[in-house]
Structure formats: structure tokens, C-alpha cells
């Protein structure tokens, strides 16, 4: 499941050096068929205007073919190939790709702050992440914490960032990362439970105006290398493949 070639740059998100990305070979990212940890790297890519291939996990086999070609630093995946590396460790991945397409902020204090905001982004996926592989006896609450969370600590913190500086955008009025994950999050948060967002409107406007860029707006369509949601089927893999009880 390519996506082609990759695009040439624009101007404004992804610029880099006019035509590098015409002779650059296509990133390609090695996971499972599924969001997971991957789909940051996805969305990011995708935002940037970036086209990428992907190689699924099938199996344990799979998995242990590539840590035992050498390709896996630390014996674990997301890895992505991009720019003759192979990189391991998300927030290594993400950093390079938001480096390299302009995606984060102008200076060390935007940086500062996207990072910040970031990693509140990330410990809230990463609780979704542990709900959709618990058990289902435990789910149920595990689901109530999380709604809790997202309505009284995380959305409100991030409607206060917006509200606090009157921008368009997270950090800087511009596009940066800290949109794109906190975007995303909004989709999975809408998954969830719609009701949660309905006290919050800029982050409601927010989540709008960063659907309608066109590169976002495209990888938001049918088709596009968005996953959708784990279901049964795709979990059961899941656990295969990691060799998860």
C-alpha cells in the first residue's frame, strides 16, 4: 500500500530546498496495518505534503525478520526509512520530520512550547493506546478515567492556549506540529464520545481550520493512509505479532 511519489515541496509547510523532494526516495514506514504508535508519524508526514510507502507487519515472523536483518536499533518498531537512515524511537522519528518540513516553530522557545504541548498530547494517546489492548472486563473503567481526563484536564488546557493568545494557531500563528498532534487527537477524542468537545470552541475551530488545509483535508478522505480505529480482527494480529498475552 505505497502512496507514490513523493511531492515536491511548497512553499509554507514542507519547504525545505526547492526539488530535493522530486529526486528524495519516498520514507517508508514499517509497522502493522493500524494507527498504534505509527499513526502520529502519518498524520505528520501527510500534513507536510509528504507521499510515503508502507511495509506491513503480518506476523511474528515479519517482525523478527527485521531485528534480525539489523534494521531495528532497539529490537522495536515504528522505523522509518527516510533520507538514507533508518530511524527507531518515535519522538526521534516525529523531531527529524517536523525539523525537516518546518513544522517546528522558529526558535528554541516556540520549540519549547510545542514540546510541551506535545508531550500532553502524547500521555493522553498513550492511554488510549493501553485502553484498546486491555481487557475487556477492564475496559469500562479504564474508559471513564479517560473520558474524565480529556474533559477536565486535557481540553481544558489546551482551550486555555488558545484562548490565552487569540491565534490562529497553537504556537507562533502558524502551523506546527503541536496542531497536527493535538488535531488528531481531537479526531480520536470525537471517536469517543462527540459530547466531550462541546464545551470547547476553539478547539472546535481549530480542528476545523486545520481539516480544511488541503494536504489534511486529502489524507482525511476515504482511501488515504488514515487507519481507522483497532477493531477485533486487527487486535488479534496486533497481539500475534508482538506476541502479546
Known amino acids: 500500500m505505497g502512496e507514490g511519489t513523493a511531492m515536491a515541496r511548497r512553499?509554507?509547510?514542507?519547504?525545505?530546498?526547492?526539488?530535493?523532494?522530486?529526486?528524495?526516495?519516498k520514507p517508508k514506514l514499517y509497522y502493522f496495518d493500524g494507527r498504534g504508535r505509527m499513526e502520529p508519524i502519518?498524520?505528520?508526514l501527510a500534513a507536510a505534503g509528504v507521499e510515503f510507502e508502507e511495509e506491513f507487519l503480518e506476523t511474528s515472523k515479519d517482525l523478527e525478520k527485521l531485528r534480525n536483518d539489523g534494521s531495528l536499533m532497539f529490537q522495536q518498531v515504528p522505523m522509518v526509512e527516510i533520507d538514507g537512515m533508518k530511524l527507531v524511537?518515535?519522538?526521534?522519528?516525529?523531531?527529524?520530520?517536523a525539523a525537516k518540513y518546518n513544522l517546528y516553530g522558529k526558535d528554541t522557545k516556540e520549540r519549547a512550547l510545542i514540546d510541551m504541548y506535545i508531550e500532553g498530547v502524547a500521555d493522553l494517546n498513550e492511554m488510549y493506546l493501553f485502553w484498546s489492548i486491555?481487557?475487556?472486563n477492564e475496559q469500562a473503567a479504564k474508559m471513564t478515567q479517560m473520558k474524565d481526563k480529556i474533559a477536565n484536564c486535557y481540553l481544558p488546557a489546551f482551550e486555555k492556549v488558545l484562548k490565552s493568545h487569540g491565534q490562529d494557531y497553537v504556537v507562533g500563528n502558524r502551523l506546527s506540529r503541536a496542531d497536527i498532534?493535538?488535531?488528531?487527537?481531537?479526531?480520536t477524542v470525537d471517536e469517543l464520545d462527540p459530547s466531550l468537545l462541546a464545551n470547547f470552541p476553539l478547539l472546535k475551530a481549530l480542528k476545523?481550520?486545520?481539516?480544511?488545509?488541503p494536504t489534511v483535508k486529502k489524507f482525511l478522505q476515504?482511501?488515504?493512509?488514515?487507519?481507522p480505529p483497532l477493531d477485533e480482527k486487527n487486535l488479534a494480529k496486533v497481539k500475534e505479532i508482538f506476541q502479546l498475552k
Open 42 to 44: 502519518r498524520w505528520l
Open 208 to 213: 476545523t481550520r486545520i481539516s480544511n488545509l
Open 134 to 136: 486491555s481487557p475487556p
Open 11 to 25: 512553499k509554507g509547510p514542507g519547504v525545505e530546498n526547492p526539488g530535493d523532494s522530486i529526486m528524495a526516495a
Open 222 to 227: 476515504p482511501g488515504s493512509p488514515r487507519k
Open 181 to 187: 498532534h493535538l488535531v488528531e487527537l481531537l479526531y
Open 89 to 97: 524511537q518515535c519522538r526521534a522519528i516525529l523531531n527529524y520530520i
